[in-house]
């Protein structure tokens, strides 16, 4: 079975540029996730589509952070501006769970890192 | 918010001594979940805990869920080299479906 694959894995910008990450799922998996990773912390949550959906995304910076979930099913972040505290992997992840208050285990992708100079 | 929080933040230990996480939320959870992570990998599931006072193992690694459903431990058993990484909790509140995360425990282990 194919994992969660994610793009590029890795990215060097300098502030203010723009930037996109795509993810695509498990084939068959409803829930997609958007999680950061700064370095030494542990991943946060962006943001969480069910379907093409979004369940939660208090914690998404929406005047530079965006996120969209066409169809369903791949996923595309993008950042712009960057600013230099955007520095950190983000990593996609989706689980099974068909409904937003069941329950799952989460499959992550590589994650893509990202370098804002 | 939900606050997860994890001790200690790092832990070194020999070769076959034993090794605890301990994980607590702010909030009541309705389950827990145990990842790994590897140097330089993602987090990879290794259980999830939902019934009060829960326990599961799976060969070294014990895990529990607290009573009150607001904490978790994992115990590793005799550690190897392979056991090497960061361990993170993440809780899922009774009223809603996000998976927070804790600042995870890195566990480095000399051979």
């Known amino acids: 079975e194919a994992g969660v694959a994610q793009s590029p894995r890795y990215k060097i910008i300098e502030k203010r540029q723009s930037v996109a990450f795509w993810c695509n799922p498990i084939s068959g998996h409803a829930t997609l996730y958007w999680y950061q990773q700064i370095l030494g912390q542990g991943p946060k949550l962006l943001i969480q589509?069910?379907?093409?959906?979004?369940?939660?995304d208090s914690q998404l910076p929406k005047d530079r952070f965006s996120a969209e979930r066409l169809k369903g099913v791949d996923s595309t972040l993008k950042i712009q501006p960057a600013k230099l505290e955007d520095s950190a992997v983000y990593l996609c992840?989706?689980?099974?769970?068909?409904?937003?208050?069941?329950?799952?285990?989460?499959?992550f992708g590589e994650g893509s890192r990202l370098t804002v100079l | 918010g939900q606050q997860v929080m994890q001790i200690p933040q790092y832990q070194h230990v020999q070769e076959g001594e034993d090794f605890t996480t301990y994980c607590n939320s702010s909030t009541t959870l309705s389950n827990i979940q145990w990842y790994k992570q590897r140097p330089g990998g993602h987090p990879v599931f290794l259980i999830q805990?939902?019934?009060?006072?829960e326990v599961k193992k799976q060969k070294r690694l014990t895990f529990q869920f607290g009573e009150a459903k607001k904490n978790s431990s994992l115990h590793i058993t005799a550690t190897q080299t392979t056991d090497v990484g960061t361990y993170f909790c993440a809780g899922r509140q009774t009223s809603g479906s996000r998976l927070t995360f804790g600042e995870g425990t890195q566990l480095t282990v000399n051979p």
């Open positions: 805990l939902v019934k009060s006072g």
């Open positions: 992840a989706s689980s099974l769970a068909r409904t937003s208050g069941s329950h799952g285990e989460l499959f």
């Open positions: 589509f069910q379907n093409n959906g979004v369940v939660d």
